[in-house]
């Protein structure tokens, strides 16, 4: 069959679609499974730290740029958690309003699931807290024993924006829940809570 100009005009075309739809969804794959950095925290609860923590149980703290959209996925998966924990967790949102924000600039839709949560108590973070935990991207969670000691560190999604079974939270369900899960890390996916290089940086206005 001879190939007319027109015909082979249509499949160098749809070649270069197959290949573009290839590489964006290869892009893709990659930003959902790239992990951010991950904190480094005390092993020891910050005596500084204005976070009261709980004596007779554990004590979770979660920090959340409250315009990233990938957080979305870690605070359903909060709230899963907190399920699954009943009364044996004590839990803060630790919402970071950077410097020079309006008025309210951080009480987001995420804000308001985080309230909704039963057991959470969402505060409003100027950075402070979250340099004590050293934490520098969103969705990162440290837990705390009752004597102040370094249960976990990391993040409770298995990838960027998407919600399930993953290794963070059932870590976190069996350490509290008195299990044998020695896991006391995993990777943490998020945007950057501090920096120009931040995804979920908005303008001062939105």
């Given at each position: 069959m001879r190939l007319t100009g027109r015909r082979i005009t249509l499949i160098g075309a749809f070649a270069i679609w197959v290949v573009a739809v290839a590489v964006g969804l290869a892009l893709l794959w990659r930003y959902e499974n790239t992990s951010?950095?991950?904190?480094?925290?005390?092993?020891?609860?910050?005596v500084a730290s204005t976070v009261?923590?709980?004596?007779?149980?554990?004590?979770?703290?979660?920090?959340?740029?409250?315009?990233?959209?990938?957080?979305?996925?870690?605070?359903?998966?909060?709230?899963?958690?907190?399920?699954?924990?009943?009364?044996?967790?004590?839990?803060?949102?630790?919402?970071?309003?950077?410097?020079?924000?309006?008025?309210?600039?951080?009480?987001t839709d995420l804000w308001r699931s985080a309230i909704d949560i039963p057991g959470v108590e969402v505060v409003m973070d100027d950075g402070e807290e979250a340099r004590r935990f050293n934490a520098v991207t969103s969705g990162q969670t440290v837990v705390y024993d009752a004597e102040g000691h370094l249960l976990f560190s990391g993040g409770?999604?298995?990838?960027?924006?998407?919600?399930?079974d993953n290794p963070g939270r059932s870590a976190i369900v069996?350490?509290?829940?008195?299990?044998?899960?020695?896991?006391?890390?995993?990777?943490?996916?998020?945007?950057?809570?501090?920096?120009?290089?931040?995804?979920?940086?908005?303008?001062?206005?939105?």
């Amino acid at each position: 069959m001879r190939l007319t100009g027109r015909r082979i005009t249509l499949i160098g075309a749809f070649a270069i679609w197959v290949v573009a739809v290839a590489v964006g969804l290869a892009l893709l794959w990659r930003y959902e499974n790239t992990s951010g950095a991950n904190a480094s925290p005390p092993p020891q609860w910050p005596v500084a730290s204005t976070v009261k923590a709980a004596t007779d149980r554990a004590t979770l703290v979660m920090l959340v740029h409250p315009r990233c959209p990938c957080s979305r996925a870690t605070i359903g998966e909060l709230a899963r958690l907190m399920a699954q924990t009943q009364d044996r967790l004590k839990a803060y949102a630790l919402f970071v309003k950077p410097e020079g924000t309006s008025e309210d600039w951080e009480k987001t839709d995420l804000w308001r699931s985080a309230i909704d949560i039963p057991g959470v108590e969402v505060v409003m973070d100027d950075g402070e807290e979250a340099r004590r935990f050293n934490a520098v991207t969103s969705g990162q969670t440290v837990v705390y024993d009752a004597e102040g000691h370094l249960l976990f560190s990391g993040g409770i999604t298995g990838s960027r924006g998407h919600s399930g079974d993953n290794p963070g939270r059932s870590a976190i369900v069996s350490l509290v829940n008195g299990g044998d899960e020695k896991k006391s890390e995993s990777a943490v996916f998020g945007c950057p809570l501090f920096g120009p290089h931040s995804a979920c940086k908005e303008s001062e206005d939105d």
